[in-house]
T-cell receptor, first 112, second 107 residues
Framework: DGGITQSPKYLFRKEGQNVTLSCEQN?????MYWYRQDPGQGLRLIYY???????QKGDIAEGYSVSREKKESFPLTVTSAQKNPTAFYLC???????????FGPGTRLTVL | KNEVEQSPQNLTAQEGEFITINCSYS?????LHWLQQHPGGGIVSLFM???GKKKHGRLIATINIQEKHSSLHITASHPRDSAVYIC?????????FGTGTSLTVIP
């Protein structure tokens, strides 16, 4: 079965801790994306990667970091510098930059 | 100012009703996408269109490039259609997302 997986589905962390959200795809897609979703707002782009070992900041990259060491994997680290990290995080992939995006099931992060 | 505006924000319908969700955008696009988000949070792509009209089962999506407007129609609505429907403008470089329309279909 081809698709995108994100883990964990729910994540709790204490203030001041870094946490890494996993995103894996077996669709052989070049491009991968991280979005944040807050109530009443549209999806906002955090980071994206068009190719392995390269990634670009999106609209709200501050307080986040990513890596793209493998085509299949695009983990997102939420650092303690992110002022308001509680949100729903969605990972997506696409064959290319202007193509249809396929979304993972999301990770709901709550900072206590 | 939002690049993508959707209306209505919330919509409640009786089972069997014909439903229309509207999307207006202000950016130049290579494609317009309609997405469906269920209560669990996962998002599914429904349509990607750059002109005219597409149909999939009871769902129909239309776009008017000149007016920068798209509509999503659901015929013979069913409670399982209850979800948030999101419009996204694809400029070729990035996506701009609407805030979504929350649809509830009552049996």
């Amino acid at each position: 079965d081809g698709g995108i997986t994100q883990s964990p589905k729910y994540l709790f962390r204490k203030e001041g801790q870094n946490v890494t959200l996993s995103c894996e795809q077996n669709l052989n897609h070049d491009a991968m994306y991280w979005y944040r979703q807050d109530p009443g707002q549209g999806l906002r782009l955090i980071y994206y990667s068009q190719i392995v070992n390269d990634f670009q900041k999106g609209d709200i990259a501050e307080g986040y970091s990513v890596s793209r060491e493998k085509k299949e994997s695009f983990p997102l680290t939420v650092t303690s510098a992110q002022k308001n990290p509680t949100a729903f995080y969605l990972c997506a992939s696409s064959p290319g930059p202007a193509r249809e995006q396929f979304f993972g099931p999301g990770t709901r992060l709550t900072v206590l | 100012k939002n690049e993508v505006e959707q209306s209505p924000q919330n919509l409640t319908a009786q089972e069997g009703e014909f439903i229309t969700i509207n999307c207006s955008y202000s950016v130049g696009i290579s494609a317009l996408h309609w997405l469906q988000q269920h209560p669990g949070g996962g998002i599914v792509s429904l349509f990607m269109l750059s002109s005219g009209k597409k149909k999939h089962g009871r769902l129909i999506a239309t776009i008017n490039i000149q007016e920068k407007h798209s509509s999503l129609h659901i015929t013979a609505s069913h409670p399982r259609d209850s979800a948030v429907y999101i419009c996204a403008a694809n400029t070729g470089n990035q996506f701009y997302f609407g805030t979504g329309t929350s649809l509830t279909v009552i049996p």
